[in-house]
Antibody, heavy 120, light 113 residues
């Protein structure tokens, strides 16, 4: 059984960087048959896929165009986890953020979710 | 981007009755080389992340009750709950994984009448 445990602050000031971590158990971040994703959910935007990192002999990333200039998703093989960094946040980035495992793009295991509020 | 739409926005069904949710994609999510539809259905209950019910448009995830079924191909898909139970009250989403950015429908809320 795969478990994804999210950690990170629930409050971020405008213009600062939102950073979350997703620790993996029951699988490996370097698994070359899956991918590791960040997804957010808000009343205004619904469920929105933000991006992913995955290993296929080397590391790759894909990002949604809506956040591409502000987002970085990094794997950490030493800790078997991956992270999300979203910079220059505004109140529109307020949402519940999820990490999720995604073999082929369907998300079969999810983290518990982190409500991140962007406010001064 | 592939835009996903769902209908209805919400529905109320009597216990034991059938519930039907429709999902439409703005372009086909059928991959011709393997004849698979890259479409997943999720169930989300309050305070929980979404849970996979159906993938490849019609393959039931392990452990999902057989009252849930998926059908359709190309751009038009349906999730059917054959006999609604109290524990099925939730919001249901479709999602395409044919191409990035992966996109979700807006959701359909299912309640008991």
């Amino acid at each position: 059984q795969v478990q994804l445990q999210q950690s990170g602050p629930g409050l971020v000031k405008p213009s600062q960087t939102l950073s979350l971590t997703c620790a993996i158990s029951g699988d490996n971040v370097s698994n070359n048959s899956t991918a590791w994703n960040w997804i957010r959910q808000s009343p205004s935007r619904g469920l929105e896929w933000l991006g992913r990192t995955y290993y296929r002999s080397k590391w790759y990333n894909d990002y949604a165009i809506s956040v591409k200039s502000r987002i970085t998703i990094n794997p950490d093989t030493s800790k078997n986890q991956f992270s999300l960094h979203l910079n220059s946040v505004t109140p529109e980035d307020t949402a519940v953020y999820y990490c999720a495992r995604g073999p082929g793009g369907r998300f079969d295991w999810w983290g518990q979710g982190t409500l991140v509020t962007v406010s001064s | 981007d592939i835009v996903m739409t769902q209908s209805p926005d919400s529905l109320a069904v009597s216990l034991g009755e059938r519930a039907t949710i429709n999902c439409k994609s703005s372009q086909s999510v059928l991959y011709s080389s393997n004849n698979k539809n890259y479409l997943t259905w999720y169930q989300q209950k309050p305070g929980q992340p979404p849970k996979v019910l159906i993938y490849w448009a019609s393959t039931r995830e392990s452990g999902v009750p057989d009252r849930f079924s998926g059908s359709g191909s190309g751009t038009d898909f349906t999730l059917t709950i054959s006999s609604l139970q109290a524990e099925d009250v939730a919001v249901y989403y479709c999602q395409q994984y044919y191409s990035t950015p992966f996109t979700f429908g807006p959701g359909t809320k299912v309640d008991i009448k």
